[in-house]
């Protein structure tokens, strides 16, 4: 089944603890997304990858880090937390930056107290 | 800046037909979409616009007006599963999507 995974689903964690979100997709997709989703915004972009060793800001990568090692793993961290951080995140991949449909990873709602 | 304006919030009568619209000023376009998202859930894909005109995908439509800055999406014989909230997204010049805040669609029995 064609799909992306994220984990962990929830995570609730205390202020300056890095954390790891992992996300995989199996299906051979060069661009990977990584979005927060807040209340009454939109989502919000935080960094995106065309390719393997490819990676580029968003709108709000502020306190976010990403890596692509692997064409399909994306993995977001947060070196040190903060209550700001507090969201929604989706991963998302698609064929390519081009206008194709995304698919979206479960989510993982964190909580940063 | 850019922008994308759509309804925060709508309620229809299950069986009916509801409107969503969606209005947008970005840099260039390469494109429309709408998503789907259930409370709690990832957003699904529902329909692309390129072009100006109606596109008929079952009981959902969606239209564009590039002139205008304009599309909306039409959904037909609404179900109670048809409650959730309808995201409006452009592809700018650079191919970065620009996301609405989203409309919730309530229906009503």
């Known amino acids: 089944e064609a799909q992306v995974t994220q984990n962990p689903r929830y995570l609730i964690t205390v202020t300056g603890k890095k954390l790891t979100v992992t996300c995989s997709q199996n299906?051979?997709?060069?661009?990977m997304s990584w979005y927060r989703q807040d209340p009454g915004l939109g989502l919000r972009q935080i960094y995106y990858?065309?390719?393997?060793?490819?990676?580029d800001k968003g709108d709000v990568p502020e306190g976010y880090k990403v890596s692509r090692k692997e064409k399909r793993n994306f993995p977001l961290i947060l070196e040190s937390p903060s209550p700001n951080q507090t969201s929604l995140y989706f991963c998302?991949?698609?064929?390519?930056?081009?206008?194709?449909?995304?698919?979206f990873g479960p989510g993982t709602r964190l909580t940063v107290t | 800046g850019q922008n994308i304006d759509q309804p925060t919030e709508m309620t229809a009568t299950e069986g009916a037909i509801v409107q969503i619209n969606c209005t947008y000023q970005?840099?260039?376009?390469?494109?429309l979409f709408w998503y789907q998202q259930h409370a709690g859930e990832a957003p699904t894909f529902l329909s692309y616009?390129?072009l100006d005109g109606l596109e008929e995908k079952g009981r959902f439509s969606s239209f564009l007006s590039r002139s205008k800055g304009y599309s909306y999406l039409l959904l037909k014989e609404l179900q109670m599963k048809d409650s959730a909230s309808y995201l409006c997204?452009?592809?700018?010049?650079?191919?970065?999507?620009?996301w609405g805040a989203g409309t919730k669609l309530i229906i009503k029995p």
């Open positions: 998302a991949s698609s064929f390519s930056r081009e206008p194709y449909e995304q698919y």
């Open positions: 299906m051979n997709h060069e661009y």
């Open positions: 990858s065309m390719n393997v060793e490819v990676t």
């Open positions: 970005t840099s260039g376009f390469n494109g």
């Open positions: 616009n390129v």
């Open positions: 997204a452009v592809m700018d010049s650079n191919y970065q999507l620009i």
